[in-house]
């Protein structure tokens, strides 16, 4: 059948076409855990270049928020040092090693304040590569999970911002998915919120929250943040978290703030400006069963058109 379809180029991708719906076929949706309700604390922190005291103000950041009712608590990206390439070597932590303050002292934060804890993320050193990475902690202080970034911060808008993540950092090998006392979640950190195909594959494992620490700046953060957040939730009918640091006028990379909470109809459930700040949200999970009943869009989908082929699947 190839042989025949050689010079022929519409037969060609009409066969392309076939063999790629019968390896992808419709996708199988994991089932959801038991719905619940879950109190979540963004804590929008101010970073400096100290990283002693930037694992301080975190630490007291999740306490404080333990304090006040949460079971959730997420921090931003890169919240121990300075956004910038000159930074992220200097900072960088062995975590595999052992030999990461930094996971030392969230994972005593999360075990005293007994919450689960999704760490932002931190440079991490590994093989000789630099990684943009996220760690998952338990009310126990376990280690449940490291996501690295995806898709790596490369882009230049002439006479606004360009930095490229590429010339210091390497890209993580795929999605993370996590199941937490707080529920199932999907990891993201900043630019992979931008990619919709990461959130799908969250969507299909049965995720009821995704997480996305970031750190995006003053030129695409008013016109994208929010609407990103809201276009994952909605698209996917389920929770959706963003943390940023706080905006620090001493730091040659200035970070748009207004962490979100979004609920599965793209309904924003707290957020706040761009000043050190926690954002407090109660998720109700049983909402997520009553959008999709509502609106049932994975039954509506055309898999005879398209497809999402999940690569990674376990």
């Excluded at 070597?89 to 990461?100: F, K, L, N, Q």
């Excluded at 979640?185 to 997480?211: H, K, N, S, T, W």
């Excluded at 207004?258 to 926690?278: K, N, Y």
Aim: with cysteine; hydrophobic share 40%.
């Amino acid at each position: 059948m190839l042989a025949a379809a050689v010079g022929r180029p519409r037969v060609v991708r009409r066969l392309v076409r076939s063999l790629v719906t019968r390896a992808a076929g419709s996708p199988t949706y994991a089932p959801l855990p038991p719905p619940q309700k879950v109190k979540v604390a963004l804590c929008q922190l101010h970073v400096t270049a100290d990283k002693a005291q930037n694992l301080e103000t975190a630490r007291k950041a999740v306490e404080d928020a333990a304090k006040n009712g949460a079971k959730l608590v997420v921090l931003p990206e890169m919240f121990n040092c300075p956004y910038s390439n000159d930074s992220f070597p200097t900072y960088a932590e062995d975590i595999e090693a052992g030999a990461s303050s930094s996971v030392a002292a969230l994972s005593a934060a999360a075990a005293a304040a007994r919450v689960t804890l999704v760490a932002g993320s931190i440079p991490e050193r590994c093989g000789g590569k630099l990684y943009n990475t996220c760690c998952v902690f338990d009310s126990a202080g376990k280690l449940l999970a490291k996501h690295r970034k995806v898709h790596l911060f490369d882009i230049d808008i002439p006479g606004k911002i360009t930095f490229k993540e590429s010339l210091t950092l390497s890209p993580g090998p795929g999605p993370t998915v996590v199941d937490t006392e707080a529920g199932r979640l999907g990891i993201g950190i900043c630019y992979d919120i931008r990619f919709p195909e990461l959130a799908q594959i969250y969507a299909q494992r049965g995720c009821q929250v995704l997480v996305y620490p970031g750190a995006f700046n003053t030129t695409t953060g008013p016109l994208h943040w929010e609407l990103l957040a809201k276009a994952r939730a909605v698209d996917n009918q389920l929770f959706v978290l963003t943390c940023s640091p706080a905006r620090n006028p001493d730091s040659s990379y200035q970070a748009w703030g207004h962490s979100t909470a979004v609920g599965p109809f793209a309904e924003i459930l707290a957020t706040t400006e761009h000043q050190p700040a926690t954002v407090y949200a109660e998720l109700d999970y049983a909402h997520i069963g009553e959008r999709r009943t509502n609106m049932p869009l994975r039954t509506q989908k055309r898999h005879d058109l398209y497809a999402l082929l999940d690569k990674t699947e376990p």
